[in-house]
């Protein structure tokens, strides 16, 4: 797309503006990041317990991957609510409390003595995590315009790229302090990951300004700029009907694409470790390594690649050709010898962080206001669904085949059909080009970034 036809929301900014923003992103986004990766380790590092968990106390694969979906079902029916609480209570208290109880429950995981125990800590988990990502979300559109917006969030799933790569490593020494003071490699596994969050929880409610207004390195002047930059391209206003944020049809389709999405997101988070196991006789670290070098290709595309497509105008290619690689480097250990496996879903991981980034940025480009806190806690609490589902079937068809790779075709085909469902998902501006002029009034968002 040429210059002379973006919309205004995506035309660069003076060279002045440009730098106050990126002065925000310094200040914002290592905090937010950081704070993400503690909160991925958490929710995630029962895939390196995984074998652990079925030897001492029990837990079968279906145990397993049931256990591992619980946790988004209860985290999905709770994201909406906290998303309009922390829109009233503000997000520097709320996102601090989310912090906080995650941990204490993340460590609490150390109390696991079999099924029964590991599902009620998982939905306690999905209770205290939900809406960390919305919530973020939501504040980012406080501070950022929606060119800025697809950056932010790339930068943010850095911190779940980042936690996969340390996380393997990490999790792998952890587990080599198996009877160390009387307990168990896993249990120490729980107790040394989540207690970072607690500790961090202190930094957020001292550090984390609830927006520009509140934000102590803005003149005044610069929070007018702050303001007047993430309200560009929105002179119509956004829609701030809390209803239409629910049953927009975009909305919907996001909602599909992002379930579908999820379900190769958990399904490769929980199970590749287990697959790279069953390569061949590796040790608890060089597993957590090999299972690291995907999520650094994710963390490098995430920190690139949403903020490219947004600027050079091909987000759609991005989204689109994103699920359809994806869906192919996933069925790559079905036929490949492992080292070239390995590369082909490096490949394909590039993408999977992109892809959710320029998911979230079709709420944004209609909605503001409550509709908009609304809107994201809605399109993240049914699209994570799929954060249940992948496991689960992934889990079942471990259980009834023997071998946690199977299930890649599954994975495979939820990643294909996303890619067709997104070829349906509209901006307003193409709507508008599309001659919908209804849509336009209806909508009240005048311009956004193209697909």
């Known amino acids: 797309m040429s210059n002379t036809s973006e919309p205004d929301s995506l035309r660069a900014p003076a060279p002045d503006v ?18 993400y990766i503690l909160n991925f380790l958490d929710r995630t590092n029962i895939a390196l317990a995984k074998a652990a968990l079925q ?18 079902l209860v985290y999905a029916a709770c994201e909406v609510p906290s998303n309009l609480i922390l829109r009233k209570v503000g997000a520097r208290r709320w996102i601090a409390r989310i912090m906080a109880t995650w941990g204490l429950v993340s460590m609490a995981m150390c109390l696991v003595r079999g099924p029964s125990s590991f599902y009620a800590l998982r939905v306690l988990l999905g209770i205290a995590e939900a809406g960390l990502f919305p919530g973020v979300l939501y504040y980012l559109t406080t501070w950022f315009g929606p060119r800025e917006q697809a950056r932010a969030t790339g930068y943010f ?6 936690a996969n790569v340390i996380g393997g490593p990490l999790g792998g020494a952890l587990l080599g302090l198996n009877g160390t003071a009387g307990l168990a490699g896993w249990q120490w596994l ?5 207690a970072p969050a607690v500790l961090f929880a202190v930094v957020v409610l001292a550090v984390l300004p609830d927006g520009p207004a509140k934000a102590k390195w803005l003149s005044e002047g610069e929070k007018a700029v702050v303001l007047a930059e993430q309200r560009r391209g929105r002179e119509g206003g956004g829609d701030t009907h809390l209803s ?4 927009h049809p975009q909305v919907l389709l996001s909602i599909l694409v992002y379930f579908l999405h999820q379900i190769a997101f958990y399904g490769v988070t929980f199970f590749l470790p287990a697959i790279i196991r069953s390569w061949g006789k590796l040790s608890e670290l060089q597993i957590g390594l090999l299972t690291g070098l995907p ?14 497509a947004m600027k050079g105008g091909w987000s759609r290619l991005l989204m689109t050709g994103g699920c359809f690689l994806l869906a192919g480097c996933l069925l790559a250990p079905l036929a490949l010898p492992p080292p070239a496996a390995l590369a082909v879903v490096c490949l394909g991981m590039a993408v999977i962080s992109p892809v959710q980034a320029v998911i979230f940025t079709y709420p944004p480009a209609r909605f503001e206001g409550a509709a908009l806190a609304a809107g994201l806690g809605f399109l993240n ?17 471990e259980q ?16 294909a059909l996303g890619g067709i469902v997104s070829l349906l998902l509209r901006y307003p501006h193409q709507d508008l080009g599309r001659g919908a002029e209804v849509t336009r009034r209806a909508d009240g968002a005048s311009a956004t970034p193209p697909g």
């Open 157 to 162: 799933l850095m911190g779940v790229s980042m």
């Open 55 to 72: 030897h001492d106390v029990g837990i079968t694969p279906f145990d397993y991957g049931l256990g591992a979906g619980l946790f988004f």
């Open 295 to 308: 999520w650094l290709c994710a963390f490098i595309g995430a920190g690139t690649l949403p903020w490219l």
């Open 244 to 247: 239409k944020a629910f049953f």
């Open 18 to 35: 440009q730098r106050l923003i990126d002065r925000n992103f310094m200040r914002l986004m290592p905090l937010l990041v950081f704070g």
């Open 381 to 397: 609490a049914l699209g994570v669904t799929g954060g249940f589902v992948g496991p689960y079937v992934m889990g079942a068809i």
């Open 190 to 194: 729980f107790l040394l990951e989540g």
């Open 400 to 415: 009834g085949t023997g071998r946690a790779s199977n299930g890649l075709i599954f994975m495979s085909i939820s990643m």
